[in-house]
């Protein structure tokens, strides 16, 4: 694999809107640096088990983690005990996830793998899928996010669960409220902050503490919009959360996490 050292957005980046961008964006240096802004201790106490406590609370034990990152998640779960299998479209993150995991004793089982062609590579089925670290802002498209959807949902059993997580875009789209540093990105020294914004663009500058800089054009989701797709694939109660909290009205929360249940319920059980 020839190691891409620079990402390139032409002359007017402003104009990079499509999903298949993600691969050229995750460049060999961006990803060396992406744990310097997670940080992985401060991610994890932000957190407070809330994944895993949510995964137990649906009896889950097999999960899917398609937004695998450098691994942290995913190694989140083994730890507690579940049965991981960790896809990523970017084979330069998949590698990092892999090193990361084998450093810490545990040796992930990787699939890369498209999101909109998830089951061509994937061939089992789980009790959970996972999309986390705002990961399905990448799809630019909406017919990209629906049959992402749809890929998600057929891989899952009858009464499996589909966690997916966003920035919260309507705070920064129409209240120009910038994101904290209190749950997500988390790294000391380290910026992600949005350049440009608009309804169909949410282009991200990440500054690192040696002065290094790099972009991730992405579209700016909103709250409403994702769990209405959601429904409409055919999740039939979709919970969300405000920063791991399902009381979040009396303050912006930076990120919202929807919890979609795929088992068919008879009458009207949505909550918003």
């Not at 503490?209 to 694939?233: A, I, T, W």
């Amino acid at each position: 694999m020839i190691k891409k050292t620079n990402q390139n957005y032409g002359e007017d980046p402003l104009a990079v809107r499509e999903s298949d961008k993600y691969q050229e964006e995750y460049v060999h240096p961006f990803v060396d640096k992406w744990d310097e802004l997670i940080d992985w201790d401060g991610r994890a106490e932000a957190e407070g088990g809330f994944f895993i406590k949510k995964l137990r609370e649906h009896g889950v034990k097999k999960v899917l983690d398609v937004a695998t990152g450098t691994g942290f998640h995913s190694l989140q779960l083994l730890r507690a005990g579940f049965e991981v299998t960790s896809v990523d479209g970017s084979p330069v993150m998949l590698a990092k996830a892999f090193e990361n995991a084998r450093k810490q004793g545990y040796i992930l089982q990787t699939i890369q793998a498209d999101w909109r062609f998830l089951n061509r590579s994937v061939h089992d089925l789980y009790d959970a899928v996972v999309c986390l670290g705002n990961s399905f802002t990448h799809l630019h498209d909406e017919n990209d996010r629906r049959k992402t959807l749809a890929e998600y949902y057929a891989t899952l059993r009858h009464d499996g669960i589909l966690v997916l997580d966003q920035r919260n875009y309507d705070a920064i789209l129409d209240k120009q409220i910038e994101p904290s540093h209190n749950y997500y990105y988390c790294g000391d020294n380290v910026s992600a902050v949005p350049e440009h914004v608009d309804e169909t663009l949410a282009r991200f500058r990440y500054k690192f503490s040696d002065g290094s800089k790099f972009h991730l054009n992405m579209f700016p989701l909103r709250k409403n919009y994702v769990q209405r797709l959601m429904k409409e694939v055919g999740f039939q109660c979709v919970k969300t959360f405000g920063d791991f909290h399902e009381t979040y009205r009396n303050k912006e929360p930076d990120f919202f996490i929807h919890v979609a249940e795929k088992k068919y319920i008879q009458g009207d059980h949505d909550h918003e």
